[in-house]
């Protein structure tokens, strides 16, 4: 009897305490905390300003990360390649944007080729792109050519209109060429690079049909008389600084209405001999002057333009360098940490290199501010330039290695020199993506 009384007691205190487990897991359970969303709602900003990079610091997930049930759609390192890929169809645009209780701030965005769509940590200013994203510049302006008008299309099924240029927008869409005639031609209106891949694209009119108005692949375009360079039709103009070196270089095509009425271009016949206008070597190679140069005052061109023939060497023309009033020195920083980066840290203890002519982006006659603008400069897009630095491989606790790559953070840049004027350091944040 004694025996069975202590049985029965054991087994009462181990029922006990499986329900004062139970009960204790439950409570743990219960007081864990999740997030919740106050705040949902459609973007209503331009779709262009809505442009974003992913950095790789930040998953995408079916729903704000911190809520219950939220499921991973894409790793930080997939995000790290699309935000470093070369292909514009790797570009997301964000369209919804959530905040919860805790300040967070989370965009719903989908890619440009609409792979992936989800939600990701933007930040904790909503309308401000931060935390996983980067505010992106799918485009960047280019130079107008000095040819604007008489254009063709080669082949409007390869080469067609764009209302956006394909992969620029999400969902950019094709021109609707139903009224076009094969004998149009097109004025250029705006030139563009794109960023990732730096194809040149022009925007036309049509000149017989002006609702005919788009984005065209310069290939994609002939110029009036146009032709290919030749050894019997142009002139390679070379600029050269004072020290002898190339800084750019410009072919100029002869045309045939430059010429004398009966005149023919032939590899060696003297300019002088040949054009209307004996000068229009000089005119041409003013006009094509590399950015961030002049013509030399003091140094001559190795020959008088007249004298210059079809089909000869370089014509070098002697240029200098345009020296800014105001020149603003770069430093690099960590956005993760705020700390400066050290050219000890980078391949090749150093930092990017750019020549005096790229330079010239971060100078200025007049000390004012610097604007926001200076930082979409393609500069910024090149990956051998300052989109990204490489730094010194580490040795892994499992013996691998692992190269650091730095990515631009143009966001954190803009905030960082909001006040900064020309002359000032300017400080450039790089954003080391977290696996």
């Known amino acids: 009897m004694i025996l069975s009384f202590k049985k029965s007691l054991y087994l009462g205190l181990a029922a006990v305490a499986i329900v004062a487990a139970v009960e204790l897991t439950t409570t743990d359970a219960s007081a864990k905390s999740y997030a919740r969303i106050t705040s949902n709602q459609v973007m209503q900003t331009a779709p262009q300003n809505r442009n974003v990079t992913t950095n790789g610091t930040s998953a995408l997930y079916t729903k704000a990360g911190t809520l219950r049930g939220a499921r991973m759609i894409a790793s930080k390192y997939t995000l790290q390649r699309y935000g470093s890929s070369k292909l514009s169809s790797q570009y997301f645009r964000a369209y919804r944007v959530a905040t919860t209780n805790r300040g967070a701030v989370y965009y719903k965005v989908v890619s440009f080729n609409g792979v992936y769509r989800g939600w990701i940590y933007g930040g904790r200013v909503n309308g401000t792109f931060a935390g996983g994203l980067n505010p992106a510049n799918t485009m960047v302006n280019a130079n107008l050519p000095l040819q604007k008008t008489g254009y063709t299309l080669t082949n409007p099924q390869k080469y067609t209109l764009w209302v956006d240029p394909k992969w620029s927008q999400y969902k950019a869409k094709q021109f609707d060429m139903s009224s076009y005639s094969a004998n149009d031609t097109f004025t250029i209106t705006d030139a563009a690079v794109k960023t990732r891949e730096q194809y040149l694209y022009y925007k036309v009119i049509d000149d017989k049909n002006s609702a005919i108005v788009g984005w065209v692949y310069s290939g994609g375009v002939a110029a009036p008389n146009s032709q290919q360079a030749t050894k019997d039709n142009s002139v390679k103009i070379n600029y050269v600084n004072p020290a002898g070196q190339s800084v750019g ?160 953070n143009k966001q954190a840049t803009i905030a960082a020199n909001t006040t900064a004027r020309y002359g000032d350091t300017l400080k450039l944040y790089y954003t080391l993506p977290q696996r």
């Open 249 to 408: 270089a410009y072919t100029w095509i002869i045309q045939k209405t430059d010429l004398k009425a009966g005149a023919t271009m032939t590899d060696g016949d003297k300019l002088g001999d040949i054009l209307q206008n004996s000068t229009q070597l000089s005119d041409v190679a003013t006009k094509n002057v590399p950015t961030g140069y002049k013509i030399s005052a003091t140094q001559s061109p190795t020959n008088q333009p007249a004298n210059f023939t079809v089909g000869s060497e370089d014509y070098l023309v002697y240029v200098d360098p345009i020296k800014a009033n105001f020149l603003s020195p770069v430093a690099y920083y960590l956005t993760n940490t705020g700390q400066q980066i050290s050219p000890s840290q980078l391949v090749g203890n150093t930092y990017p290199i750019l020549i005096d002519a790229q330079m010239t982006i971060f100078s200025s006659q007049t000390q004012g501010i610097v604007p926001a603008k200076v930082f979409d400069n393609a500069l910024f897009a090149d990956p051998n330039k300052l989109a990204s630095l490489t730094g010194v491989s580490v040795k892994n606790a499992d013996g691998t290695m692992t190269t650091p790559i730095y990515y631009f």
